[in-house]
């Protein structure tokens, strides 16, 4: 068998450079919050494959689902032979999505595909053409998504021009001195100066930013876009794609904001590991494109809504969002007594449940970013057995996404490896 040196040769031969791989670590097996390269090093995930397996990788449960599914059928295609299996999934993100009334689904296989269709279907309700978004925002790499994505590197650099009236406005983040009044300013000065509200089709914003930082949004920010949606007949489309799914400590950040969207976004950790990705919104937006509007061949592989089923199960029956608050609990208290240790050179620590977040910084200041050191931290914690991922507009935020069935031994030991890791490098 190759090792990850002549792996990583063969990668470089056959992929473009603008598919960038974080580690020269191939993967052989995983089970849980552990991973093993083809060399039989043993690593503890603190990625979570970016926020897609909040039920562990290979979660016994989702895997005996998938080898069931497979033996009766792999594929027909949604909009030509439907299958029970996918209409029951649809009933139930109906009844736990956090928006009263009727709702509907969308069964697609990509965020940035439900991102894409969420604009689709709010353009085909209102019969306008603008979108409002947030600077720090990721929404996806297709090209529509890119330009409602909020960050140039790398994700939008030599890819442009993009499409028309999308706007972007400050998101608030009072560590970096931006309040909620500053974001509403720029969006009436939106109105004033760019297109009126008429014409504004959607706000789309994610709860708490992603690949932004994990900066979460004020309740006041999203009352205040309701009520403002309200009054111009503005849809409002909260982006739960990376904080769906008990990774908040409830199954969405929506429910902790006192406030309803029109349409929600959701994919990464539905399927646990699995390509599947929903709109679910309000009945009447939902059935505003017409017959043959919404789908894809693709879209709800009987595969991966065999998986979904059964992640929402172990959600329930493992108590997800209870344990999601208990990690983050945790992870907190550590991270902080980092911090004490290395105030200049960690600037915050916040989390929403087990979506935490450290940033990085150079002699204590929140506008001087330290992203070498965060590079460094990435690079040196995988080579000590842990996988960390970046973050941030400016690369100097470490963000944590631990499986939320990770156990607390295995939340200590990663733990203590950031821990040892830090404390060399910050010195």
């Known amino acids: 068998m190759a090792n990850n040196q002549e792996l990583h040769q063969r990668r470089a031969a056959v992929f473009p450079r603008g598919m960038g791989a974080a580690h020269a670590i191939y993967i052989e097996r995983a089970q849980n919050a552990e991973l093993w390269d083809v060399e039989g090093k043993r690593y503890i995930d603190f990625g979570g494959g970016i926020a897609v397996v909040n039920t562990g990788h290979t979660h016994p449960k989702v895997t005996a689902a998938v080898i069931d599914q497979v033996q009766h059928f792999s594929h027909t295609c949604l909009m030509v032979n439907p299958y029970e299996s996918a209409v029951e999934l649809a009933e139930k993100l109906c009844r736990i999505a956090p928006i009263a009334g009727e709702k509907k689904v969308i069964f697609v296989s990509t965020g940035a595909e439900a991102v894409e269709n969420a604009i689709k279907i709010a353009r085909a309700h209102t019969r306008r053409s603008g979108v409002i978004a947030f600077t720090g925002g990721f929404h996806g790499r297709t090209h529509y998504t890119m330009g409602l994505t909020g960050k140039v590197l790398p994700y939008k650099a ?67 876009l309701r009520k403002l949606c309200d009054e111009h007949g503005i849809v409002l489309i909260a982006d739960e794609i990376q904080t769906g799914f008990a ?48 789908g894809g061949t693709y879209a709800g592989s009987p595969v991966a809504i065999a998986a979904a089923l059964a992640v929402l199960e172990v959600m329930e029956e493992e108590n997800l969002c209870q344990r999601s608050r208990d990690i983050g609990e945790a992870m907190v208290a550590k991270l902080k007594a980092m911090q004490t240790r290395h105030p200049r050179r960690i600037g915050e620590i916040r989390n929403q449940g087990a979506m935490v977040a450290m940033e990085l910084v150079k002699d204590g200041g929140a506008h001087q970013p330290d992203a070498e050191l965060t590079r460094g931290l990435v690079t040196a914690a995988a080579q000590e057995g ?42």
């Open 386 to 427: 842990l996988i960390l991922l970046s973050c941030g507009t400016y690369g100097n935020v470490i963000r944590f996404l631990v499986p939320l069935t990770a156990g607390n031994e295995i939340v200590d030991e990663g733990l203590a490896i950031l821990t040892r890791v830090f404390d060399r490098l910050a010195v």
């Open 247 to 294: 990774r908040t400590g409830t199954m969405f950040m929506s429910e902790q904001l006192g406030v309803e969207p029109d349409l929600m976004t959701m994919a990464k950790s539905l399927a646990g590991g699995y390509p599947l990705a929903a709109v679910v919104g309000r009945a009447a937006l939902m059935d505003a494109p017409a017959p043959g509007g919404l």
């Open 158 to 224: 030599g890819f442009g021009p993009f499409p028309g009236e999308i706007y972007h406005v400050p998101f608030p983040v009072p560590y970096h001195g931006i309040s909620v009044e500053d974001s509403l300013r720029a969006i009436a000065n939106v109105f004033k100066c760019d297109i009126e509200p008429s014409r504004v089709a959607a706000i789309i914003i994610e709860p708490v930013q992603g690949e932004g930082g994990f900066y979460a949004a004020p309740p006041e920010l999203m009352q205040a």
